[in-house]
């Protein structure tokens, strides 16, 4: 980004661990990992900010939407295929729409929804379970 390279954590989307330290990789974590980086592929993405949000997280990274030259919002379409949680920790302007399209993805077993046994944290969002 303007020559530089940054770390980029999609604005209200946790994906399964796969290589957090101390953390063991979590069911569908792979599965996430790679639709992500084939979905991307080597195209150029737009980056959007959200009026609510910070511009960065904890760790440095740039807190941003995603979309694909075709358009696609990569975020959502994450959270809708059952690649990822809504990550409802902090404020965003698509909050509502992340919350519907878990609800959906959840209700037809999409993605991690089918093939994990996913566990509610006591803050509201979601945690997959390790892998075995």
């Not at 959906?104 to 945690?127: E, F, S, V, Y």
């Amino acid at each position: 980004m303007n020559g530089k390279q940054e770390k980029i954590r999609f604005i209200g989307v946790d994906t399964p661990e796969t290589h957090k330290p101390n953390t063991p990789v979590q069911c569908y974590g792979p599965a996430a990992a790679a639709f992500t980086k084939n979905t991307i592929g080597s195209q150029r993405v737009r980056l959007g900010s959200d009026s609510l949000s910070t511009d960065r997280d904890r760790y440095g990274r740039l807190l941003r939407y995603v979309y694909l030259q075709d358009g696609t919002f990569l975020n959502e379409r994450l959270v809708s295929e059952g690649y990822a949680f809504y990550y409802p920790y902090f404020p965003f302007t698509k909050s509502d729409q992340f919350s519907a399209d878990q609800q959906a993805a959840m209700a037809a077993h999409r993605g991690l929804w089918g093939n994990c046994q996913p566990t509610p944290t006591d803050k509201g969002g979601w945690i997959s379970n390790n892998q075995g």
